[in-house]
């Protein structure tokens, strides 16, 4: 279920929205300010967001590039502002679209859907973890920006991992999903391929812990 999060001052258009939506098979939290939304942003993962300009508190541009400095999630702006230069200048600062008020719930229901569906394609072919960028199809991983290389054995591993970053893998889980045969046993080769793994994130940033061990269990990802 795709969650979204509305940050809109009014709160007729808000709750319009929120009953919009929530129809429509999304999970909706609604904000009442930038100061608001913020806080919501921060405490939690959305898939897009509808974010109004003329807002109380911190305003509607300062919110979208306070988003853009953390996050790369799909912002479509309400706005009663037909101003040409003013919603290119939006779409300068990061905003992926923008629809006029009032709006056609139709509409504003298909734009999301086709930023929705962009959203989760890219996530198909990309994974994020903290500072690490997983590019599936070019076999490439990026960490802070600059570019280690790994072993096929490696990746796999960390792809594995980085598509459930929460789940606790153990040894028998990771061999027999990367190396595709039963697990016989052999802990030492997963034991080494970890700590080489290890080694070469820790290279490219010594400040982040990126792979937790959980004794008698297997590993996770290092919240």
């Known amino acids: 279920m795709n969650k979204i999060l509305i940050i809109e001052d009014d709160t007729h258009i808000n709750q ?23 806080i919501c942003f921060g405490a939690d993962e959305f898939d897009l967001v509808l974010l109004d300009l003329m ?6 541009d300062v919110v979208l590039e306070t988003i853009r400095d953390k996050s790369q999630v799909p912002v479509i702006i309400l706005t009663a502002i037909s101003d040409k ?19 056609n719930n139709d509409e504003l229901l ?24 997983l590019h599936i199809d070019e076999i490439k991983v990026y ?15 960390l792809e594995c991992m980085m598509k459930n970053p929460k789940k606790v893998f153990t040894k028998n889980n990771l061999y027999e999903t990367v190396w595709q045969e039963q697990f016989m046993g052999d802990e030492n080769t997963i034991n080494v ?22 004794w008698g269990i297997g590993f996770k990802m290092s919240e």
């Open 55 to 60: 807002l109380p508190g911190v305003i509607g």
């Open 143 to 157: 960490v802070a920006d600059t570019e280690i290389q790994l072993s096929k054995r490696e990746f796999g591993i």
């Open 110 to 133: 298909a734009r999301m859907d086709i930023w929705l569906r962009q959203k989760n394609e890219d996530s198909i072919k990309k994974l994020t973890f903290k500072d690490i960028v």
């Open 193 to 214: 391929h970890i700590s080489n793994l290890r080694n070469k994130l820790a290279k490219a940033n010594a400040d982040e812990d990126y792979i937790q061990t959980v």
């Open 16 to 38: 319009l929205l929120y009953d919009l939506l929530t129809t429509h098979g999304y999970q909706v939290t609604g904000a009442f300010s930038g100061t608001e939304g913020l």
């Open 85 to 103: 230069e003013k919603t290119v200048d939006l779409l300068r600062l990061g905003a992926n679209d923008y629809i006029v008020k009032p709006f």
